[in-house]
C-alpha cells in the first residue's frame, strides 16, 4: 500500500425515474450547485435514469440513479462533508437557509450546533433536499493547546502506517505454470 491511505470518494442514491427528468435534475443542480458547488457531469446524465454531481475534484462525487422502488430513508439517515474552517462552514450553512427562506421551502434544515468534546468541539449542520438522504457538514474546532496533540497523533498514525507498509510479506512468486 502506498504512503496514502484509502479514503471514500462516492455516495450512491437511488431515486424514482420522474425525480431524474429534465425539471428533477434542473432543479436538484440548481440548488446543489448553488449552495455546495458541486458540478453535473453532463456526460454521465441520462434522462430517468442517471445524475452525477462532482463534488470538488474529478473523483469524489454523488451518484443519483433511477429505481422504480428507490432507496427510503430516516430522517437523519446522512452522509457528512469537512470543511476546513468555521467560515467555510457558516458560508454553506447562510446559502441553505437563504435557499429555503427565499426558494423552496422543502429545504430540510438542521440549524448550526455544537458537539463539544473538550479539547474538540464538532461544528455542524444538516441539510437535505431533493435527495433521500441528508448531508452533515462539519467542522473540527481543535483548541489552540491541544493542537500540537493533534498534529502528534496524525504523525503517529502516519508512522504506523508506513511501518504496517513495508512489514507486508513479499507477494509470494507467480508459481511456474505446470
Ligand atoms: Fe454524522
Known amino acids: 500500500m502506498s504512503d496514502r491511505p484509502p479514503r471514500f470518494n462516492h455516495v450512491a442514491l437511488s431515486l424514482p425515474p420522474d425525480a431524474l427528468r429534465d425539471a428533477g435534475r434542473k432543479e436538484i443542480i440548481d440548488f446543489y450547485s448553488s449552495v455546495f ?3 453535473e457531469l453532463p456526460t454521465l446524465t441520462e434522462d430517468r435514469k442517471r445524475l452525477v454531481l462532482q ?8 451518484f443519483l440513479v433511477a429505481e ?19 467560515e467555510q462552514l457558516d458560508e454553506l450553512h ?7 427562506e427565499e426558494r423552496d421551502d422543502r429545504v430540510d434544515l438542521i440549524e448550526k450546533h455544537a458537539d463539544d468534546h473538550g479539547v474538540l468541539k464538532i461544528w455542524s449542520f444538516y441539510v ?10 462539519q467542522f473540527y474546532e481543535i483548541a489552540e493547546d491541544a493542537k500540537e496533540l493533534v498534529d502528534e497523533y ?25
Open 94 to 100: 447562510e446559502k441553505a437557509k437563504r435557499w429555503k
Open 68 to 86: 422504480d422502488a428507490p432507496m427510503q430513508s430516516p430522517r437523519m439517515d446522512h452522509f457528512g462533508m469537512a470543511v476546513h474552517s468555521m
Open 37 to 39: 458547488g458541486w458540478d
Open 55 to 62: 463534488a470538488y475534484r474529478y473523483d469524489q462525487f454523488v
Open 128 to 137: 437535505r433536499h431533493l435527495l433521500p438522504m441528508m448531508i452533515e457538514v
Open 154 to 178: 496524525n504523525r503517529e498514525v502516519a508512522e504506523r502506517r508506513k511501518r504496517d507498509a513495508s512489514e507486508e510479506p513479499a507477494e509470494p512468486e507467480e508459481e511456474p505454470a505446470a
